[in-house]
């Protein structure tokens, strides 16, 4: 795995346009190496094609047809790879651009293997049975949040981060994890500001809380820090109405964990019914088990701070 690099995998659509202007941003704020992935879903070109073994024809026509779909999907693909390229060769970024065929979300766990963070787009309309390609899009980012193995920003509008509001539950607060974002945004220059709910489960009253995370935490003194009390409702509901809070410059950070094979958000909540519910322009949906920082300062954003600091 490659410190500070970034897969972007991406299609022809608005919200893939938004994740790039975000992933180019990124890369650019924190010298990160950026990979754009597009993947040809051949597994959908099979489906709807429905080829089975021969009956009243042959398998001929639908292997045909399904080589002309390829063939026109590879069209597509390289005609995305030559815009993409037109765009970022000016910015100064190391990206690099590659095309894959398989299913989406395993051809993209692959390459996330060897980077610390993905950033995608997401469209938040609703399952529309009339227009299948939408629930696609849906399921995708959904699918990958559970199998992705790194930290995945989801994108929905133009977004700048500036801020990292950070939302966990006093019940499932990992200080590695915590400690890993808040290096992440110190490394972008974000400030931070962080939203705990206490569900009554934690012997820790909120005020010892507080006062031993800051403790362990000496950098949060200047950063917002609030508890939340959570009486009836569920942790998510409770922290809903901060979380739309969220603006354009913030980037809504949760934990996920993994719980009998199955993924839930720290604040016990299936992510596939977070991303339905919330509108925010950017979530990160990051796995507790990833132990590192998704960005850390490089040698070369060292040297460049040195060179811009003051002489006496």
Not at 31 to 53: C, M, N, P, W, Y
Not at 177 to 183: A, S
Request: proline residues 5%; contains cysteine; glycine residues 4%.
């Amino acid at each position: 795995m490659v410190n500070n690099s970034i897969l972007l995998p991406i299609t022809g659509s608005e919200e893939s346009l938004y994740a790039a202007e975000l992933a180019w941003y990124l890369a650019k704020q924190t010298d990160s190496k950026l990979t754009a992935q597009h993947v040809i879903d051949t597994a959908s070109s099979l489906r709807f094609l429905g080829i089975e073994k021969p009956g009243l024809i042959g398998s001929g026509p639908f292997l045909a047809a399904f080589d002309t779909i390829q063939g026109a999907l590879r069209n597509i693909a390289n005609k995305l790879e030559d815009s993409y390229t037109a765009r970022v060769s000016p910015l100064g970024i190391q990206s690099s651009f590659v095309i894959d065929e398989g299913d989406p979300v395993e051809e993209v766990c692959k390459r996330a293997d060897k980077h610390t963070l993905i950033v995608t787009g997401h469209n938040p309309v609703l399952f529309d049975y009339k227009q299948d390609y939408k629930a696609c899009r849906i399921t995708f980012t959904q699918t990958l949040v559970r199998k992705s193995s790194v930290p995945v920003i989801i994108v929905r509008r133009p977004t700048n981060i500036s801020r990292f509001a950070i939302f966990c539950s006093m019940d499932q607060v990992s200080k590695n994890w915590l400690k890993n974002c808040l290096q992440s945004a110190r490394t972008l220059g974000a400030h931070c500001d962080l939203t705990f709910v206490a569900s009554g489960n934690n012997e820790e009253m909120p005020v010892d809380f507080l006062q031993n995370l800051k403790a362990s935490f000496p950098e949060l003194e200047s950063e917002q820090v609030r508890i939340l009390s959570s009486k009836y409702g569920q942790p998510a509901e409770i922290c809903d109405e901060h979380i739309a809070d969220a603006d354009n410059q913030s980037l809504v950070v949760l934990a996920t964990v993994n719980a009998d094979k199955q993924r839930f958000t720290s604040m016990g909540e299936d992510p596939e019914i977070f991303l339905k519910r919330v509108s925010s322009s950017a979530v990160m949906l990051w796995p507790e088990e990833f132990l590192m920082p998704i960005f850390s300062k490089t040698d070369s954003a060292v040297l460049a701070s040195k060179d811009s600091a003051p002489t006496s």
